[in-house]
């Protein structure tokens, strides 16, 4: 197969956080045959969809990751949805908007893909993919085959899907909503935006979302902010300035400047709170000895 390859690609700017160093082999398939192929043909990948809810080591990463940016298939029956991967949550939502069926309106916010927000089962402003997944076409990394999960079966809860355990790869899925108006679904974008632009960075400063989960019945803004986090940084790192559970790339920050940050902002909830915070952003490639030292505490 004739499948576009990088090599020694540098990802920093494919990512929302604007760090990350060089990547052995980046592939790029363009369809779910190309993929499956992929998955089949190579060893250990990291599959990479917006690269929205990741920290890339600055120092790079020594093996092959799968970019699934380029897997667009996007279509409508009439009843339910079909995306691919690499399909953004919000190309999802605009087509859900054009056919007037409300349950993806949250997904207009923020940058994942598809693959992403089944993975983490993303959510926000009183939505979740849970709400309106029905089934997910998978690559089952140990038998090697194609095979479907049901709603159930994938195991979704408060930013968790049974992709986390390692055993299955998302290479597309089907969703349903309900019939709404145009004009409603529409005015709840508009709402979810406004709130958004009143706390949350855009991508005009680098950042990849929330940094912590929220514990359970707490918000994790809401202890960093009692901590005094939002005058936190380290070099280039920095606590945003509305909203103290996101860090910001001023511009120059590496991998280990937004660990030493996270370490930090962990420290005082912990010290002072006697709260730990789990990260929601996940760290990859090659550690520094302080970066394998943090993320021994943090993850
Ligand atoms: C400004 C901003 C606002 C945000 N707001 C929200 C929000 O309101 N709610 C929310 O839930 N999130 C939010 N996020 C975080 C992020 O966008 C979501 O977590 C999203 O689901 C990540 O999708 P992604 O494609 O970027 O995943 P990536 O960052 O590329 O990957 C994240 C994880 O998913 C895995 N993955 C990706 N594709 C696949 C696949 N096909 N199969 C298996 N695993 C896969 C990766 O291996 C990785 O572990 C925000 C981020 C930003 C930058």
Partial sequence: ????????FEIKNLTTFKIGGKVKRVFFPKSEDEFVYLLNETENPLILGSCSDILFSSEGYDGDVILTSKMRGLTFDG???????????????VLALKNSVSGFEFMSCFPGSIGGNVYMNAGA?????????????VFDLKNKNVKTLTKEELELSYRKSILQNGDYILISA???GVKSTQEEISKRIEENKASRSATQPSLKYPNAGSV???PENNSAGKLLEEIGAKSFKVNDAEVWQNHA???????NATS?????????MYSCVKEKQGIKLKPE???????????EEICRILY
């Fill in 212 to 214: 912590f989960k929220n």
């Fill in 281 to 291: 952003v996940k760290f990859f490639g090659k550690r520094s000895d302080r970066e």
């Fill in 174 to 176: 089907e969703f349903e």
């Fill in 245 to 251: 559970n996101f860090i910001v790339n001023k511009g």
């Fill in 1 to 8: 197969m004739d499948i576009e390859v990088k090599e020694n």
């Fill in 256 to 264: 280990e400047d937004v660990l030493e940050l996270m370490y930090k």
């Fill in 125 to 137: 402003h009183g939505q979740a993919i849970s709400d309106t997944i029905i089934s997910a076409h």
């Fill in 79 to 93: 009843k339910r949805f079909y995306a691919e991967c690499g399909v953004k949550g919000s190309e999802l939502s």
